[in-house]
C-alpha cells in the first residue's frame, strides 16, 4: 500500500508556467486528509518553493538542491550534503573555460560570479529558455526578471564565494545549445564524486554524487518508519532518474518525460498540463494498485 507520495516540481508538479494547479493541489490535500505523506523532491532550494507555492497550505516535507538538503515539514533541516571546497573550485573553474555564468545554489540563496551585465546578460538567455519569447527590453521590464535578478547575490570571484563559508548544494548552467552542454558535460565527469544530471533538455545540474534525489528519499522515509515499498515518486527528467532506478513502490513518469525516465518507469500518468499527477494521486486513493495508471 502506498504511504507516501514524493513529486518532482518542475515539469511534473507544476504546470508549464511553472504553477502550481488548484486540481493537482486539491488531489494532494485529499491524500493527506487520508493520512498519506507528501515529499517535494526539487532541485530548488526552500525560499524558491516557497516563492512558487506561495498561496498555498501544503503540509509537506522536502528533499531540497536535488537531494543536497532534507527538511521536514516544520523546515528543520534533517541532513545536508554540500560539495566540498576543492571539488567546488575545480567545477568553477571547468565553466569559467567555457566563459558562462553558472548558477550556485546554497541553502539559502542563488549566487553567481562575474560582472553585473554578464549577470543581467546570462539571466535575460535562462528567461528565454525557460519562461518567455519577447524581445530583451520586455523581459528586462518583466516583474518575473526583476524578482529573479532581485534573488540572486553576485560575486566578484570565486574567493568572494569562499568567504560566505556557505554550503554549495549545486552548481548548474543553462543553454540552448546541447552539444555545448555535452562538452562541457563531458569534461566535468572527469571530476571524481560528482553527479552531473538535468532538469530540463537545455540545463546541466552539479552537486555532490551523495547529493541525489532517490538516495536523499530513501535516507528520510526509512528514518519515519517507512518502506520502499510504501513511496510513489513521480518526475519527468534526469534528475529525477535516481528515483526512478531505486526499488520504490511506484514509479510513476509524467507523459512529458524524458525518454530515459520513460524507459525505467513502472507507470506512466498524464502529461504536467493534463493534471498527471492529480490523475497518479487520484489513481492510487481509488486503486491500490494503480490499475487506472498506464504501465510503462
Excluded at 104 to 128: N, P
Excluded at 203 to 229: C, S, W
Aim: hydrophobic share 40%; proline share 3%; charged share 25%.
Amino acid at each position: 500500500m502506498i504511504k507516501v507520495i514524493a513529486a518532482d516540481m518542475d515539469g511534473t508538479l507544476l504546470n508549464d508556467e511553472h504553477a502550481l494547479d488548484q486540481e493537482t493541489y486539491d488531489a494532494i490535500k485529499q491524500a493527506i486528509d487520508r493520512g498519506m505523506r507528501f515529499i517535494i523532491a526539487t532541485g530548488r532550494n526552500l525560499n524558491s518553493v516557497e516563492e512558487t507555492l506561495q498561496g498555498f497550505d501544503l503540509p509537506c516535507d522536502y528533499v531540497l538542491a536535488s537531494g543536497a538538503e532534507i527538511r521536514d515539514r516544520k523546515h528543520r533541516v534533517l541532513r545536508r550534503v554540500g560539495m566540498p571546497w576543492e571539488t567546488v573550485e575545480r567545477v568553477l573553474a571547468c565553466l569559467d573555460s567555457y566563459h558562462v555564468v553558472p548558477n550556485i545554489l546554497s541553502d539559502e540563496h542563488h549566487h553567481c560570479i562575474g560582472t553585473r551585465e554578464a549577470v543581467e546578460a546570462s539571466l535575460v538567455q535562462d528567461m528565454k529558455l525557460f519562461h518567455m519569447t519577447a524581445s530583451d527590453e520586455k523581459i528586462i521590464n518583466s516583474e518575473l526578471y526583476q524578482n529573479m535578478l532581485k534573488n540572486l547575490v553576485l560575486l566578484p570571484d570565486v574567493q568572494a564565494l569562499k568567504a560566505l563559508q556557505i554550503p554549495v548544494y549545486k552548481i548548474s548552467l543553462n543553454s540552448g545549445d546541447a552539444g555545448f552542454l555535452e562538452e562541457i558535460r563531458r569534461e566535468l565527469e572527469r571530476i571524481d564524486d560528482l553527479a552531473v544530471a538535468s532538469s530540463f533538455p537545455f540545463n546541466i545540474e552539479i552537486t555532490d554524487v551523495r547529493a541525489q534525489k532517490g538516495p536523499a528519499l530513501k535516507y528520510f522515509i526509512e528514518k519515519q518508519g517507512y518502506h520502499m515499498d510504501e513511496v510513489m515518486v513521480l518526475g519527468d527528467s534526469m534528475n529525477d532518474y535516481s528515483m526512478f532506478t531505486m526499488p520504490f513502490g511506484a514509479t510513476v513518469a509524467m507523459g512529458n518525460s524524458m525518454p530515459e525516465i520513460l524507459k525505467v518507469a513502472k507507470y506512466i500518468t498524464r502529461t504536467n498540463t493534463e493534471h498527471g499527477v492529480a490523475h497518479a494521486i487520484r489513481s492510487v486513493l481509488q486503486e491500490p494498485i494503480l490499475r487506472t495508471l498506464r504501465k510503462a
